[in-house]
């Protein structure tokens, strides 16, 4: 059986920044992986836009492709930056975008 493709994050970020950007609503985004419970998405902001509060899966990151963006859970809230990598709380939580932003969200839903 053969593997599939790897997938181009940069190229997956320059696309879906470009579809928010275009979008009313100010954000894309695309399901990369999906295996059995685990899910990977690429999700674009355009600065000033937000998910709001939303359940957490049973486990979740986020990395940060381009851009910033602040993550809020019960009155916390963390700013993460390109680069950066994060676990999301096992709690409700938002992200907003500080500047123009791409994040890879990894979760495990049961």
Do not use: F
């Amino acid at each position: 059986m053969q593997e599939p493709a790897p997938h181009d994050l940069d190229a997956l970020a320059d696309e879906h920044l470009r579809k928010a950007r275009a979008a009313s609503h100010g954000r894309s985004a695309h399901l990369v992986m999906h295996d059995g419970v685990l899910r990977q998405s690429v999700i674009a902001l355009v600065s000033g836009t937000a998910l709001d509060e939303h359940n957490a899966p049973p486990a979740a990151s986020l990395q940060v492709l381009r851009g910033r963006v602040r993550l809020t859970a019960a009155g916390r809230s963390e700013e993460l930056r390109a680069g950066q990598l994060q676990m999301i709380p096992k709690e409700r939580h938002g992200l907003a975008a500080l500047d123009d932003a791409v994040v890879l969200l990894t979760a495990v839903n049961d």
